[in-house]
């Protein structure tokens, strides 16, 4: 639901800027690519050197191009297979860089070796909520159910890091572990739906 909620309401805001765009002759491919760059480059310079806000002020700026890309296929009519294809395989490399300049944080400067565990976690949980439901659909099953979907993850960690980065204590390490919990929690969730589906073919 949030994340529905999340997409309509982006949607709306970036209207304009996806026109001015298309005006100008930039491709949604161009927008999806430039989008991980930015964020994978933020994730992996600021985040290990500690710099938890300024990186995710950055990488909030460079996740907005998932919903203009978006946009700006719909708007021209060039929504395809290979846009959806590349936007869901690039969306696994953002989220994935987000974690490992967490886990390179709390590996070196950061000094948590268990959280560099829940860096992890979340990352492999990621990976793997990602997967189920794409194996679902490509067995003509539905695999879209779960307590944790990408937009609420990915606001979760984002928010918490950015108010670690503000020097407010306790937050970040609460969220990465219920993160980890919830992230699992939806995998076991997605399992046991596509194995209801499948049992009752």
Known sequence: M???NVRAAAGRVFTPPARLLLRLG???DAVTFAGT????????W???RGELFWGTLVIFLFVFSDTLDGTMARL???SSKWGAFL??????????????GLALWFAGAGDSLDLVWASLICLVGGLLVSYTRARAEGLGLDGNVGLAERTERL???????????????YVLPVVLWLLAAATWFTVGQ????????????
Not at 37 to 44: D, F, K, T, Y
């Open 26 to 28: 930039v491709s949604p």
């Open 76 to 78: 021209s009519g060039r």
């Open 46 to 48: 600021f985040y290990p």
């Open 87 to 100: 936007d869901s395989t690039l969306d696994r490399v953002s989220d994935s860089a987000v974690f490992v």
């Open 190 to 201: 997605r399992m046991l739906h596509v194995r209801r589906q499948a049992l009752a073919e």
């Open 37 to 44: 760059v930015g964020v994978v480059a933020a994730a992996l």
């Open 2 to 4: 949030l994340a529905r």
């Open 155 to 169: 606001i979760a960690v984002l928010t918490a890091t950015a108010l670690a980065g503000l020097g407010v204590p």
